[in-house]
């Protein structure tokens, strides 16, 4: 679970990080009365759980409260990258003399956790990683260890930090690391942290995603669920009890097992196409499963075409083909539909859907050869043209 900066901050505070003075508003009277406790100059920041809000006009400063009530008016309902913002985060404004990052998550390939930490901040990591991999400096921790003053000290002197930054930051990323464990994130990132003109160290932001297995830890994380903005498709599929990602293409997935459907989508990718979701059925492929999975791409209206790719080991190509086709009898489709069936009983099964075949249903021999008919029909609106065929 993926929270908002302010609920970042607020975690943050409770393990003793610093952050800015401020508060959270839903109108401009409301961050009128914020930016009046936390003290001028404020900054009025949209709360949407995506990047680019301050190329996007979501990050404003003011001066005073005319400034402040209509940057918030002007914030509060913009549309950042499909994200419309709700609420605003107004807190003092700070005079920064540098930007650092740092962040705590897993490295699972290690089985250690991995904290980066970098003096150069205010910028995405991928891009420092990208163009000056050796600013960033990684201390891997063993879990059963820990993390260490010691060690702390020296992984700031590796990153170079400002001498007037170590101490205070040393202290900043043991409390980032006690955050990290004991709050159950998955992701616990500064970005940037900052040493103000005055010498101190404070979290501008804040990035947080929570570990969903740990909730039974934290009956209090129910305030978080609360505020949580589901994608619809997610929300459809979660009620049809499907394991489903809503991704942002043209061609709708549909594949039997995770791996499967990561490598579906990445095929898809490879032949120029895009992905419009990540959907694995498992290993049941019965009607019933087939015909919630098409329901729920089905009411993607980004969906142009759907790529359903099985490989039957446990499960049976004929029992799948069987499914597919009392499904396509239920559902009635705005998009074509290619099938990739390979495995136990594969020859069954095409003999099954054989009769069912037309220019809205296809089916062919290999993954390769699916995607590239799957991308091909994403691209041709003559067949999405109409209410859609029950093929």
Known sequence: ???????????????????????????????????????????VKAQVKVGGRGKAGGIQIAAGADEARRHASEILGMDIKGHVVRRVWVEHASDIASEYYASFTLDRPAKTYLGMLSKEGGVEIEQVAAEHPEAIARLHVDPVHGLDAQTTRRWVDEAALDEAARDQAADVLLALYRCYVEGDCDLAEINPLVLTTDGRIHALDAKVTLDDNARFRHPEWEEYEATETEDPREKLAHERGLNYIGLSGTVGIIANGAGLAMSTCDVVNQVGGQPANFLDIGGGANADVMSAALEVINADPSVRSIFVNIFGGITRVDEVAKGVVEALSRVELRSPIVLRLDGTNADQGRELLAPHLSDRLTAEPTMIEAARKAVALAGAPELRRGGGSRA
Do not use: C, H, N
């Open 1 to 43: 679970m993926d929270l908002y900066e302010y609920q970042g901050k607020q975690y943050f505070a409770r393990f003793g990080i610093p952050v800015s003075p401020g508060g959270v508003a839903d109108t401009p009277d409301e961050a009128v009365e914020r930016a009046d406790a936390a003290g001028y100059p404020v900054v």
